[in-house]
Nanobody, 117 residues
Framework: VQLQASGGGSVQAGGSLRLSCAASGSISGINVMGWYRQTQGKQRELVATMFSDGFTNYADSVKGRFTISKDNAKTAIYLQMNSLKPEDTAVYYC????????????WGQGTLVTVSS
């Protein structure tokens, strides 16, 4: 699976951005899709995930502001980010997971989101 993230950019606090992640290759058996983010010197953290049954999960810091969605064919996922805050500034990565004997992780290349106050 190859993932290509896009949609990052610079925005003022209170603004919105929509991230996209296009998937190619074999996406059969993908169980979980999601977005993570990372700032310099910190570990990558979960932002939002969506399971194959449609269940979604969000970090407390983004609940009510961010929405994860996907297209019906699971070839793309999106992250709608509203009411952005400076602390949302990070590199955002999309992630697909496939459950086999172990979890297989696939990552996009990251897209930078900068929120200015």
């Amino acid at each position: 699976v190859q993932l290509q993230a896009s949609g990052g950019g610079s925005v003022q606090a209170g603004g919105s951005l929509r991230l996209s992640c296009a998937a190619s290759g074999s996406i059969s058996g993908i169980n979980v899709m999601g977005w993570y983010r990372q700032t310099q010197g910190k570990q990558r953290e979960l932002v939002a995930t969506m399971f194959s049954d449609g269940f979604t999960n969000y970090a407390d810091s983004v609940k009510g502001r961010f929405t994860i969605s996907k297209d019906n064919a699971k070839t793309a996922i999106y992250l709608q980010m509203n009411s952005l805050k400076p602390e949302d500034t990070a590199v955002y990565y999309c992630n697909f997971k496939r459950a086999t004997i172990i979890w297989m992780d696939y990552w996009g290349q990251g897209t930078l989101v900068t929120v200015s106050s």
